[in-house]
């Protein structure tokens, strides 16, 4: 039996702490960004891949869904501190669900609302809270308790 051979990681793994995404990631993002933003642009500002620091360490949750605020052109952030209400991660082919659920502790720890674990081969989210509730929706609306958002899975996963 052969061993697996270890590639080294990408200087985006690296960087964001996660696997590289794929062409059904970027779909489903970009789907997920898209309703969101189409229904809740006036009520809150979703970010994609911003790099949030919780205790000293990095974390690139693939959506945030942040109370509305402000865009200034004359003062960027590269490392933000203040934390999402909600943080979507979609799981990438060669990432783990304990990788996810790892990082959800994390979130939750530092006061992260909810979480929404996206599994994209079983066009599934599990949304999580921080009381250790998890529920599933598949070809449904999506209800995030938390903050009011409600997406159709329908078109999510097309």
Not at 13 to 18: A, H, L, T, V
Not at 30 to 45: E, H, P, Q, S, V
Not at 97 to 110: G, P, R
Request: hydrophobic share 40%; net charge negative; glycine share 4%.
């Amino acid at each position: 039996m052969e061993a697996a051979i270890a590639l080294p990681l990408s200087a985006y793994e690296i960087e964001r702490r996660k696997p590289m995404p794929s062409k059904n990631h970027g779909i489903i993002q970009t789907n997920i960004t898209g309703l969101l933003y189409a229904d809740y642009r006036k009520k809150f500002r979703i970010i994609t891949e911003l790099r949030i620091e919780i205790e000293g360490d990095d974390y690139t949750p693939d959506i945030c869904i942040y109370p509305l605020m402000n865009f200034d052109s004359l003062h960027d952030e590269i490392r933000v501190k203040q934390l999402p209400l909600t943080a979507i991660e979609i799981l990438s082919p060669t990432q783990g669900t304990e990788d996810l659920l790892e990082k959800f502790e994390v979130y939750f720890k530092a006061g992260i609302q909810s979480c929404w674990f996206v599994q994209p081969a079983m066009s599934t989210i599990f949304l999580l809270t921080p009381d250790k509730k998890i529920k599933v929706f598949h070809d449904e609306i999506l209800a995030d308790p938390t903050n009011d958002v409600s997406i159709d899975l329908l078109e999510v996963f097309q």
